[in-house]
């Protein structure tokens, strides 16, 4: 369709609808003798008569009446196209993957992209729970668009965005002593039963070097790789963890989470293919996710379990 045919549509579905020619003039922004020649034209063109002209009025034939109907179809298309125009431009290419690791991705990030994906119409996601190991070779590899992990010591996928710091949580049996503590001095730990996280992680170097600062010697009794295995193993009575916030949050009534002074950050690493800019649809998750995090003044695991929409 030319752009002379198509304005010729929109005078005549506007003096259809306002019922007559200056008001269709004043809604288009033309001037009268603009929108009767666009009518004149678009009857010699098409060979119809739509309007009887009578006292400078122009009154709708049966014709005009049978053609208008065509016509509001075709702008309701031509608005249909529009909107999935900007969904698509809204979306990338209508498809996002992530990967996250475990303490994230378990119910945390699958929670937020089920409403990214849900506000956004005709888009596909996939999730990909993950080591964070695994989720760096995911995006290096260019099989995801987005990820979230520990940071491990090699890897080729490009930091899409600066580290995001994850609040970390004192993890206690339900009866410990510390207990009914809202903050817990490291130093009060001194001598006390812990569960580690594993080597492998930045996180375990993190939490090491906090005591050691400070002088505080634990008891290690326990190793694991997973913060929610630690947590099970709190929740056994087998001792403390310092976990982040979010995997603390799953275990709420079964452990006690507490904040611990001086308060530690676990960052978590952003990642993004390496060699092309992040998608427009994996930005603004991540903006979901960045918005949604607790912050630095947030460390009770509690927050987790509850997040409000609002956070979002």
């Given at each position: 369709m030319t752009p002379r045919?198509?304005?010729q549509l929109q005078a005549f579905i506007a003096v259809m609808q306002l019922g007559s020619v200056s008001r269709a003039a004043e809604s288009l922004f033309l001037t009268q003798p603009?929108?009767?020649?666009?009518?004149?034209?678009?009857?010699?063109?098409?060979?119809?008569?739509?309007?009887?002209?009578?006292?400078r009025r122009?009154?709708?034939?049966?014709?005009a009446r049978r053609f208008e109907q065509e016509v509001t179809r075709f702008f309701a298309a031509a608005r249909q196209?529009?909107?999935?125009?900007s969904n698509m431009r809204g979306a990338g290419l209508g498809e996002l993957r992530v990967a996250a690791m475990p303490s994230l991705g378990i119910s945390f990030v699958p929670r937020l992209l089920a409403r990214f994906a849900r506000e956004a119409q005709g888009l596909r996601v996939a999730m990909t729970v993950a080591s964070s190991l695994e989720v760096h070779e995911l995006v290096q590899s260019g099989q995801v668009d987005l990820g979230f992990a520990n940071p491990v010591s090699a890897g080729g996928a490009m930091a899409g965005a600066p580290p995001i710091p994850l609040p970390g949580v004192l993890v206690l049996p339900l009866r410990h002593r510390l207990a009914r503590r809202r903050v817990v001095e490291l130093r009060e730990l001194e001598g006390e039963p812990q569960v580690?996280?594993?080597?492998?992680?930045r996180?375990?170097?993190?939490?090491?070097?906090?005591?050691?600062?400070?002088?505080v010697a634990t008891v290690s009794v326990a190793e694991t790789q997973s913060a929610a295995a630690a947590?099970?193993?709190?929740?056994?009575?087998?001792?403390?963890?310092?976990?982040?916030?979010v995997t603390a949050g799953r275990y709420e009534g079964r452990v006690v989470t507490v904040a611990v002074r001086p308060a530690i950050d676990f960052p978590v690493q952003v990642l993004a293919p390496a060699g092309r800019p992040m998608s427009v649809?994996?930005?603004r998750f991540l903006g979901m996710v960045q918005a949604a995090m607790p912050d630095g003044e947030d460390r009770s695991g509690r927050w987790a379990a509850q997040m409000p929409e609002g956070r979002c």
């Open positions: 045919r198509y304005h603009a929108v009767t020649k666009l009518l004149r034209a678009l009857e010699e063109e098409t060979g119809l008569g739509l309007f009887d002209r009578r006292r122009l009154v709708p034939t049966h014709e196209v529009d909107r999935l125009a580690s996280l594993g080597r492998q992680y996180l375990r170097d993190l939490v090491d070097e906090m005591f050691e600062r400070h002088g947590c099970e193993m709190v929740a056994e009575g087998l001792g403390f963890a310092i976990v982040d916030a649809l994996a930005a």
